[in-house]
């Protein structure tokens, strides 16, 4: 199943690709750890987003979900950023971690961004 939206750059998009996801993982009997991992993760990336790409309105979600796989792009059309330069969080920071639980929760995960024409963060997880 593959599921591609184009939502608001707004906080209230967060919440609805995480229900989407979620219902998704459960029609397809996902293991509730896997379905947790994947909520955080693109809970992060979309905040992300939401954060940090100023001057686009609208960004992309593209769900692939399948019995033993689910990948996930969020796309905008922001500033962009350089992915080299995104470090280790400080220890006393509240926030900047997003990249960090995204790499640790999920599998392949690859980012690719250009200045001025937005941003792509892939991140994928299998299935037991």
């Given at each position: 199943?593959?599921?591609?939206?184009?939502?608001?750059?707004?906080?209230?998009?967060?919440?609805?690709?995480?229900?989407?996801l979620r219902s998704t993982?459960?029609?397809?009997?996902?293991?509730?750890?896997?379905?947790?991992?994947?909520?955080?993760?693109?809970?992060?990336?979309?905040?992300?987003?939401?954060?940090?790409?100023?001057?686009?309105?609208?960004?992309?979600?593209?769900?692939?979900?399948?019995?033993?796989?689910?990948?996930?792009?969020?796309?905008?059309?922001?500033?962009?950023?350089?992915?080299?330069?995104?470090?280790?969080?400080?220890?006393?920071?509240?926030?900047?971690?997003?990249?960090?639980?995204?790499?640790?929760?999920?599998?392949?995960?690859?980012?690719?961004?250009?200045?001025?024409?937005?941003?792509?963060?892939?991140?994928?997880?299998?299935?037991?």
């Amino acid at each position: 199943m593959t599921v591609r939206l184009d939502l608001p750059r707004e906080a209230g998009s967060v919440p609805t690709v995480r229900r989407l996801l979620r219902s998704t993982l459960a029609v397809l009997h996902i293991d509730h750890e896997a379905q947790d991992d994947l909520e955080i993760a693109v809970t992060e990336a979309c905040s992300n987003v939401v954060r940090h790409a100023a001057g686009t309105e609208m960004f992309e979600v593209c769900l692939d979900v399948a019995e033993n796989h689910c990948s996930i792009d969020v796309r905008d059309n922001g500033p962009g950023f350089d992915p080299d330069k995104v470090g280790p969080s400080q220890e006393s920071s509240e926030s900047g971690r997003g990249l960090e639980l995204i790499k640790a929760l999920a599998e392949n995960v690859r980012m690719h961004s250009v200045t001025r024409s937005g941003s792509l963060i892939h991140f994928e997880k299998s299935f037991a």
